[in-house]
Nanobody
């Protein structure tokens, strides 16, 4: 069975950091493109970042570029999202998703437009308090 399990959310103060983990079982992440999404209260889900763990190519939405960093530990079959300089508007449930088979990524556009989401995690809530 495929499972994606996120963790690391919680209540943080403005300007602080959080590190989210997504532990994957059922397939090897180094053959997949992986993505992080978020859904804020009352808003639609949006893409945040994507990575091809095979070669480390990674991209970000404009709203988080320069503040968030996606990475992977292929030996642990885990994808991470480091959230720095958090803002109240970053408050959301963060989801990990498997986008589809891929060995590399070439652009944020590719992540957004050329992949669906094969598998989803249950999400982890990040609340940024001022």
């Amino acid at each position: 069975d495929v499972r994606l399990v996120e963790s690391g959310g919680g209540l943080v103060q403005v300007g602080q950091t959080a590190r989210l983990s997504c532990v994957v079982s059922g397939f090897a992440i180094d053959g997949y493109a992986m993505g992080w999404f978020r859904q804020a209260p009352g808003k639609e889900r949006e893409g945040v970042s994507c990575i091809a763990p095979n070669d480390g190519t990674r991209y970000y939405s404009d709203s988080v570029k320069g503040r968030f960093t996606v990475s992977s530990d292929n030996a642990k079959n885990t994808v991470y999202l480091q959230l720095n300089n958090l803002k109240p508007e970053d408050t959301a449930v963060y989801y990990c998703a498997a986008l589809g088979p891929a060995m590399s990524l070439s652009s944020w556009y590719e992540c957004q437009m050329e992949y669906g989401q094969d598998y989803w995690g249950e999400g982890t809530l990040v609340t940024v308090s001022s």
